[in-house]
């Protein structure tokens, strides 16, 4: 979705507003990463619901970060995400940057955070 916005000249801007800048990725998933024991980023053009399923003998939850009708935008944040946070001792992934090409056709990509809560000390 954009939205028009006109500049300092008065010349219409067009804004996206469905982009999310990568200080805000990176943000969201600081925040997962807080609460959890173990993670991964990843991508899907499928539900998280059935994105997480395949992930059951490994992780409990998932949380989708944002996601786009554009694959390439995707791709490019699950890169991103993934350089920026493959040295955190958390991070159950084992490529810097993307794991390959998404192959899903799908009407909306998402990028997700598959995870494992902390557990409860007692």
């Known amino acids: 979705m954009s939205h028009p916005r006109c500049n300092s ?25 807080r609460k959890s024991d173990a ?6 053009g499928s539900s998280v619901e059935e994105r997480l399923s ?3 003998t490994e ?9 786009s009708k554009n694959k390439e935008t995707i791709d490019k944040y699950e890169s991103q995400m993934n350089q920026h946070f493959i040295k955190h001792p958390k991070n159950k992934n084992t490529n810097k940057g993307s794991a390959g090409t998404m192959t899903d056709k799908s009407e909306v990509y998402t990028l997700y955070v598959v995870y494992n809560p902390k557990k409860q000390s007692k």
Do not use: D, H, P, R
Request: glycine content about 4%; overall charge positive.
């Open 54 to 56: 395949q992930y059951k």
């Open 39 to 44: 993670f991964k980023i990843g991508e899907t």
């Open 9 to 33: 000249k008065g010349e219409a801007v067009i804004i996206q507003l469905n982009k999310m800048n990568k200080q805000e990725l990176i943000s969201k998933i600081q925040k997962i990463i």
């Open 59 to 67: 992780f409990t939850k998932i949380e989708k970060i944002t996601s």
